[in-house]
């Protein structure tokens, strides 16, 4: 474990507000996701669950196919498919044309794959602004953090966090009902709205048969920048093609159900190409940035490529236990939860954070509530195993080898054994009959101190089973 | 070009050839479920109001008109350019602005007025879902920029849910650019997961059913 992420762990646990926070959010959406996925509710609910695993898998073992089928498509109806594959690539594409069509404004709805990119950052380095409108991702824009959640982004701030950023941004009298917080958030950004040349979205779904992208929303704000300004432009992962329309009414009763307890979301826009001969309004350009960033490297193993299947829902993410206390901010990149355990080391390389796949206690609770069916907890078990051999490859867990290897020898020569439980016998803090909180400063080093320092032990007593058992 | 360089990578990956045929996929699973109509406009009312909507049940196109009538009261409206609208004689209120053919034209009165008034090409009961398909005679900003919206629905385009939607419009592409599913009142919980209505879109809906 790198000592950023110790650190982040630490400093979450020692946050108090921040605990009680992150439980209750996500203790509530886990409880809205029982309710509506209820048998008594959805009765079909497994089987939903085996058709979209199936699905997915279908796609993603041809996914060159539904590429090429849902470029062809969009074509048809007058939009533009743009491959890019990393952060370069998209912000090139998108400041090219933002520079060709003369555009200073963008408003962007949330969008995962877009903090992935750091889409934001690279744009305003380029003199363009562009505004986050979902209001939890307005609020982290204007923090200059990253989302905690994958659904609900700024579920660790709270009204007071949120009264003092736009007092002090927007300068505006301080206001802590979160009523009229939002309506100064709806104010300033219907502005930015009716201004904007440029929007950004992200996107669900990308339908191969109809050349459409789907997205849901609660807020209205990706209808509006999909509908407002002359460009809609949507960035999303290769991995999100769906073969048809008609499998949307797979996806989208378990999607909503999933993230956030709802049965639909308020709002799933179906879009198809800009606005055509007649339509009253619309864009007048339509384009798809295609994003590979990583993921094509998950897709030789047959077991791990099962990772691409995730529609985003947030749902292990809220079952997790080890989400719930260690919160969104101390996984290393933009995804978290068991979900980001299982894709930023492979996007990113099992090295970028080797303790990650084992922030897991493998309970389970994230494959069952998964609504495609990832074996999540399978995944993290082969990237710990992938973790270990890059270990071994780099020489780096040879304290850890030898520590096993001494291990062996003590445990297999008995006298040797009995020696040792004599000798830390003696230099163990004696039995007062309570629990053993501290060791001597000569334990206390490296890897074994990092270990003790979460842990007690009970005392040891003045004899040993073997003397007792001598002594019989 | 990283279109080539992708392609070329996944089907790599994958172990596939260019071109290379693909399996079916697994077949479409698509359940319409068999629902009277008084129970579906039971149903579509319910889950409206469950989400804070409002709706109204009204016998006949001029109970339409003038229940919207009503809900105007003085305040300013624009209305679509759906023809259903036209029929009830709700695009001729005094006080409805309507015929607005223009984009700029349609999004700056859309801005100011009250109410935005449409129909909907269908309605999911199941959900309390308002299907809006844009075309000539609906446009995407009436249902949307305004603080309230209210659509009127004759009975017959209740369907049952999503599964029957895809089974009359296996691709909605076909007709349109974008199709808007609208279920309830705009909402956020992004503030300590309190729940508040029309953040962006219209914090007030009103289903009129008509029939
Ligand atoms: S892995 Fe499954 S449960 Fe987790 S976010 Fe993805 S789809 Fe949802």
Redesign the pocket.
């Known amino acids: 474990m790198s000592v950023e992420f110790d650190r982040k762990i630490h400093d979450t646990l020692a946050d108090a507000n921040l605990q009680l926070a992150v439980y209750t959010a996500t203790g509530r959406l886990k409880d809205k996701r029982i309710q509506v996925t209820a048998a008594g509710v959805l009765p079909d609910y497994q089987e939903l669950r085996t058709q979209a695993n199936a699905i997915k898998k279908h796609v993603i073992d041809n996914l060159d196919h539904y590429l090429e089928e849902f470029e062809r498509n969009v074509e048809s109806h007058g939009g533009k498919v743009v491959y890019c594959k990393d952060a370069t690539d998209v912000s090139d594409f998108v400041l090219d044309l933002a520079k060709r069509r003369g555009s200073r404004l963008i408003v962007k709805s949330k969008s995962m794959t877009t903090e992935e990119v750091d889409l934001n950052e690279r744009l305003a380095h380029h003199g363009l602004e562009s505004v986050e409108t979902d209001l939890g991702e307005y609020i982290l824009q204007l923090a200059h953090e990253r989302p905690y959640h ?1 659904v609900a982004p700024a579920l660790h701030k709270t009204r007071y966090d949120v009264a003092d950023l736009f007092t002090k941004e927007l300068g505006v009298a301080r206001e802590t009902v979160p009523e009229k917080l939002t309506l100064i958030a709806r104010g300033v950004l219907r502005e930015k709205f009716l201004k904007a040349d440029i929007g950004i979205s992200g996107a669900n779904f990308l339908i191969a048969d109809s050349g459409a992208v789907a997205i849901i929303e609660n807020e209205g704000n990706v209808r509006l920048t999909t509908s407002a300004p002359k460009i809609h432009i949507a960035v999303a992962g290769i991995e999100k093609v769906i073969p048809r329309a008609q499998d949307l009414a797979v996806f989208l009763k378990l999607l909503a159900r ?2 956030t307890g709802q049965l639909v979301s308020v709002y799933t826009s179906f879009l198809a190409g800009p606005r055509r001969a007649g339509e009253v309004d619309g864009p007048e350009e339509f384009y798809v940035v295609l994003l590979d960033n990583g993921r094509t490297k998950l897709l030789p193993d047959r077991s791990k490529r099962e ?1 691409l ?9 809220n ?1 997790c236990p080890v989400y719930r206390k260690i919160g969104g901010h101390s996984f290393p990149w933009v995804y978290s ?3 980001g355990a ?1 894709i930023t080391p492979q996007f990113m390389g099992v090295s970028h954070e080797p303790g990650l796949p084992f922030a897991s206690s493998l309970c389970g609770a ?1 494959g069952e ?4 069916k ?1 074996d ?1 907890p399978k995944i993290l078990l082969e990237l710990r195993g992938d973790v270990r051999k890059s270990e071994a490859r780099e020489g780096l867990n040879r304290i850890e080898k030898l520590a096993f290897r001494i291990f062996a020898w003590v445990m297999t020569h008995p006298r040797i054994y009995e020696m040792a439980g004599r000798m830390a016998a003696s230099i163990a803090p004696t039995g007062d009959g309570k629990w053993i909180r501290s060791v001597p400063a000569p334990m206390s080093v490296g890897p074994l101190k990092a270990w003790l320092s979460e842990r007690d032990m009970p005392p040891l007593p003045p004899k040993s089973f073997r003397e007792m058992w001598r002594n019989r | 070009m990283s279109r080539d360089n992708i392609l070329h990578k996944v089907r790599t990956a994958l172990g596939r050839s260019a071109g290379q045929a693909v399996a079916d996929p697994p077949p479409v699973r698509l359940r319409v479920p068999e629902i009277a109509m008084e129970d579906r406009i039971a149903l579509m009312r319910s889950r409206v109001e469950a989400l804070a909507g409002k709706t109204a049940r009204v016998p006949t196109m001029e109970a339409a008109r003038e229940f919207v009538a009503g809900a105007i009261a003085g305040k300013t409206a624009v209305a679509s350019n759906a023809p259903y609208l036209v029929e009830c004689g709700i695009s001729s209120l005094p006080g409805v602005r309507t015929g607005i053919r223009e984009v700029g034209e349609l999004t700056a009165v859309c801005a100011q007025v009250d109410i935005g008034i449409t129909s909907a090409d269908y309605a999911l009961c199941d959900t309390g879902t308002l299907v809006m398909i844009a075309s000539p005679a609906e446009g995407r900003l009436v249902s949307l920029l305004p603080p309230a919206h209210i659509a009127v629905v004759p009975r017959e385009r209740i369907l049952t849910g999503l599964d029957e939607l895809f089974t009359i419009l296996p691709d909605p592409a076909a007709q349109t650019s974008s199709m808007v599913l609208i279920t309830g009142p705009s909402q956020t919980a992004d503030i300590e997961q309190i729940l508040i209505r029309g953040v962006h879109g219209p914090g007030q809906v009103t289903v009129v059913i008509v029939g």
């Open positions: 994958i999933s993230a990772s299947y995730c529609i985003r829902c947030g749902a292990c993410l079952a939860g068991p979900i299982i994230c509530v998964c609504p495609v990832i999540i």
